[in-house]
């Protein structure tokens, strides 16, 4: 294994203890906090990429879109439901006032790390949405889909990459509690299934990136009237 490969897959493992130490030296504004997960995530990212284009890597590049066409056709019209699901969601938190405090009361049952890096201005929501989505979407389907799940698949079985890979995504949200590592585990091994399913990194790039569309939408509008 090359040095700089080690290095990335300590980087990996010990990011977690490094986010629950910058979790309790928090900037007071949102925006701010925004700009540093970004960075974190960004900064992994970088490394690993950096890491592949000096062919230090022992996983070959990810398949970008998938190989067989109606794959795709079929990640399209799941994401066009999605959506269709998230405007129902936002329609009926504007005409039901119960519906709206049920998803309040589920945000609050999230715990204070949750509700802190939800947005509740439109301002906070556009940063979350261009700069937190994008970046949690991209960066951490890159690190754990394409090389913490190949990485494994190359040295065991494509099962035990899954699990391992997704139990790994589930602890780096350990900083929102360990009813959130669990949580987030399972949304990673959902992950990973499409992605071996599709064998395209860019469509759970997008499927990450809407889920995290979908959680701020979805705060914006149910605090918008208790703001």
């Known amino acids: 294994m090359h040095t700089l490969e080690l290095a990335l897959l300590f980087l990996i493992v010990l990011f977690p203890i490094a986010d629950l130490f910058l979790e309790k030296h928090k900037f007071n504004s949102k925006s701010a906090e925004y700009v540093k997960s970004a960075a974190m995530l960004w900064a992994v990212t970088g490394f690993l990429l950096y890491c592949f284009f000096e062919g230090s890597l022992s996983v070959a590049s990810p398949q970008v879109l998938p190989t067989v066409s109606w794959k795709g056709w ?43 890096i939800l947005p509740s201005s439109w301002k906070e929501y556009m940063l979350f949405t261009a700069l937190v989505s994008v970046s949690a979407g ?84 149910a605090r918008q009237k208790h703001t």
């Open 74 to 116: 079929s990640a399209i019209a799941l994401f066009v439901v999605f959506i269709a699901y998230l405007v129902f969601v936002i329609i009926s938190m504007r005409k039901n006032p119960d519906v709206r405090k049920q998803v309040l009361d589920a945000f609050n049952k999230g715990g204070d790390s949750l509700n802190d």
């Open 138 to 221: 991209l960066c951490e389907e890159l690190i754990f889909r394409w090389y913490v799940f190949n990485f494994i698949d190359v040295h065991a079985h494509w099962a035990v990459a899954l699990v391992v890979s997704s139990l790994l995504f589930g602890i780096w949200h350990l900083y929102l509690g360990w009813q959130h590592v669990i949580k987030s585990a399972v949304v990673g091994a959902l992950l990973c299934g499409l992605y071996i399913y599709t064998e395209s990194i860019l469509i759970v790039i997008v499927a990450h990136i809407l889920m995290d569309i979908y959680s701020g939408t979805v705060a914006i509008f």
